[in-house]
């Protein structure tokens, strides 16, 4: 399967606890970008990554969200100190080319705090 | 404004009847407007997309209508059927924006059969 490929697919932490979210675009993409949707929203933009680079981190909350996609490996996007409100669906995305509208989202990772 | 309002929130069509889901938009930067439809338990796929320097675009039984001066643009599901039962968000960009996506709220279909 060349989509993008995300894990876990489900993921429980208690408060407190750091989440590690993983996404492998797909084969020949080179640009990642994270979403987070929350029950009956629409998705909202988190961080936009090439290769080693943070190319646009508008979305993402200033303290205990983190992003990185290393030269080899996957994508990750990492939340430490988790709270209840962070329980959402991330979605990672990926496109062949900057500027695109046109994305490829993997199946998400349902994070569950407790 | 970056938000783009999207109506109606649910919908339940009868098989073979036209679903009609409505989205508008403040930015008139905005220069790509895509549609995505999304099952349960699934990401969401691009399904149709259009750019403001035509007023429809179609693909099969889907129909993307922009009204540029409105600032709206709608899809048109003909003969709908239910497998076509999924949540569907309209979405908005422009050159430069990074890929940064900004979406509906989105309108969850239901098609009886």
């Known amino acids: 399967n060349a989509g993008v490929m995300q894990n876990p697919r489900h993921l429980v932490r208690r408060r407190g606890q750091e989440a590690r979210l993983r996404c492998s675009p797909m084969k020949g993409h080179s640009h990642v970008y994270w979403y987070r949707q929350l029950p009956e929203e629409g998705l909202k933009f988190m961080v936009y990554?090439?290769?080693?680079?943070?190319?646009?981190e508008s979305g993402m909350p200033k303290e205990r969200f983190s992003a990185e996609f290393p030269k080899e490996g996957p994508s990750i996007l990492r939340i430490q100190q988790v709270v209840r409100g962070d329980s959402a669906a991330y979605f990672c995305?990926?496109?062949?080319?900057?500027?695109?509208?046109?994305?490829?989202f993997g199946e998400g990772s349902r994070l569950t705090v407790l | 404004q970056q938000q783009v309002k999207q109506s109606p929130q649910s919908l339940i069509v009868q098989k073979g009847g036209i679903s009609i889901i409505n989205c508008a938009y403040e930015n008139t930067a905005f220069d790509y407007f895509p549609w995505y439809q999304q099952f349960p338990g699934k990401g969401p796929a691009l399904l149709i997309a259009?750019?403001?320097?035509?007023s429809e675009k179609k693909e099969g039984r889907f129909t993307i209508s922009f009204n540029k001066s409105a600032k709206q643009f709608s899809l048109h599901i003909m003969d709908s059927q239910p497998g076509d039962s999924a949540t569907y968000f309209c979405a908005a960009t422009y050159g430069g924006s990074q890929g940064n996506l900004i979406f509906g709220k989105g309108t969850k279909l239901s098609v009886k059969p």
């Open positions: 259009i750019r403001p320097d035509v």
């Open positions: 995305a990926s496109s062949s080319r900057a500027n695109t509208g046109e994305l490829f």
């Open positions: 990554l090439q290769k080693e680079n943070i190319i646009d």
